[in-house]
């Protein structure tokens, strides 16, 4: 099964899901200079729901919070997107230490996390079909900064990782608008790409923020004290679960900023 480590990481995913080898692979590096500024780029919209989230578990692989996306109650709208898409869930890809975690990386800079806010596109009926469509996938990314003046809003997923330390665990998670989370600006970077994960299809329009959240290094400690074993196995700190950069074969990335 795909991870993280030598024998079933990034370059063997390939070997069992061969779209990882793909002309529109995410995550990628992102250098100023060959960015586009599109002055036709919308601004973009989230109204959430903070009834809509539900709970919050470690698969293993990251700690993620689900929402009810049964109906349009969570939406993303606006810039690169047309149409309403349902927020789904969000999940953190995080470094075994501060200088590293992120799986976009700007200008050379890897952060020390990045959070992504999934949405899916419900003109394609369910997420298992919007993943068969170039635009049936929003990604919201959001860059975590270690840093002096810490977020507070990133405290309340915080505070669940102590009931969810292990594999399969999971944690009622009610009464979050996951908006908190979201930085002053909303200057984005905009491209098409995929899953950082298998199957890597590719079929996300990619939303990167480019203001970054400060979390505290006590904060990002706190997240790698979560562990990829179940209850009662070897202990196997969950860390390092980003994909590295993938070839960006020719695609533009747009700025909604100059
Ligand atoms: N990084 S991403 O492109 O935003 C992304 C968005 C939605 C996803 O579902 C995944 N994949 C995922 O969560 N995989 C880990 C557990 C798989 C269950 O075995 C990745
Ligand atoms: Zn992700």
Same mark, same amino acid.
């Given at each position: 099964?795909?991870?993280?480590?030598? *024998?079933?990481?990034?370059?063997?995913?390939?070997?069992?899901?061969?779209?990882?080898?793909?002309?529109?692979?995410?995550?990628?590096?992102?250098?100023?200079?060959?960015?586009?500024? /599109?002055?036709?780029?919308?601004?973009?919209?989230?109204?959430?729901?903070?009834?809509?989230?539900?709970?919050?578990?470690?698969?293993?692989?990251?700690?993620?919070?689900?929402?009810?996306?049964?109906?349009?109650?969570?939406?993303?709208? %606006?810039?690169?997107?047309?149409?309403?898409?349902?927020?789904?869930?969000?999940?953190?890809?995080? %470094?075994?230490? /501060?200088?590293?975690?992120?799986?976009?990386?700007? *200008?050379?800079?890897?952060?020390?996390?990045?959070?992504?806010?999934?949405?899916?596109?419900?003109?394609?009926? =369910?997420?298992?079909?919007?993943?068969?469509?170039? /635009? %049936?996938?929003?990604? $919201?990314?959001?860059?975590?900064? $270690?840093?002096?003046?810490?977020?507070?809003?990133?405290?309340?997923?915080?505070?669940?990782? *102590?009931?969810?330390?292990?594999?399969?665990?999971?944690?009622? #998670?009610?009464? #979050? /608008?996951?908006?908190?989370?979201?930085?002053?600006?909303?200057?984005?970077?905009?491209?098409?790409?995929?899953?950082?994960?298998?199957?890597?299809?590719?079929?996300?329009?990619?939303?990167?923020?480019?203001?970054?959240?400060?979390?505290?290094?006590?904060?990002?400690?706190?997240?790698?004290?979560?562990?990829?074993?179940?209850?009662?196995?070897?202990? =196997?700190?969950?860390?390092?679960?980003?994909?590295?950069?993938?070839?960006?074969? %020719?695609?533009?990335?747009?700025?909604?900023?100059?």
């Amino acid at each position: 099964v795909w991870g993280y480590d030598s *024998d079933n990481g990034p370059e063997r995913w390939h070997e069992n899901y061969p779209m990882a080898k793909g002309d529109k692979q995410s995550p990628i590096e992102i250098n100023s200079k060959d960015v586009q500024h /599109d002055p036709s780029l919308a601004t973009w919209h989230a109204s959430y729901d903070p009834g809509a989230a539900k709970t919050i578990l470690n698969n293993g692989r990251t700690c993620r919070v689900v929402f009810d996306d049964t109906f349009d109650r969570s939406v993303l709208r %606006g810039g690169p997107l047309t149409g309403a898409y349902r927020l789904r869930q969000l999940h953190l890809h995080w %470094g075994s230490s /501060d200088d590293h975690g992120s799986e976009h990386v700007i *200008d050379g800079v890897k952060y020390a996390a990045e959070l992504h806010m999934v949405h899916w596109n419900p003109k394609h009926g =369910n997420f298992a079909g919007a993943l068969k469509q170039p /635009d %049936g996938v929003a990604v $919201v990314g959001i860059f975590l900064k $270690v840093g002096k003046t810490p977020k507070p809003e990133m405290k309340r997923i915080l505070e669940e990782i *102590d009931n969810i330390k292990t594999k399969g665990k999971e944690a009622p #998670f009610q009464h #979050f /608008d996951p908006s908190i989370l979201f930085p002053k600006s909303r200057d984005y970077w905009t491209y098409h790409g995929s899953f950082t994960t298998p199957p890597c299809e590719e079929c996300i329009t990619w939303i990167l923020l480019r203001e970054p959240i400060e979390v505290s290094s006590d904060q990002m400690a706190k997240l790698r004290s979560l562990s990829k074993n179940s209850e009662n196995e070897p202990l =196997n700190p969950l860390v390092d679960n980003w994909r590295p950069p993938q070839p960006v074969k %020719g695609r533009i990335v747009k700025a909604s900023f100059k």
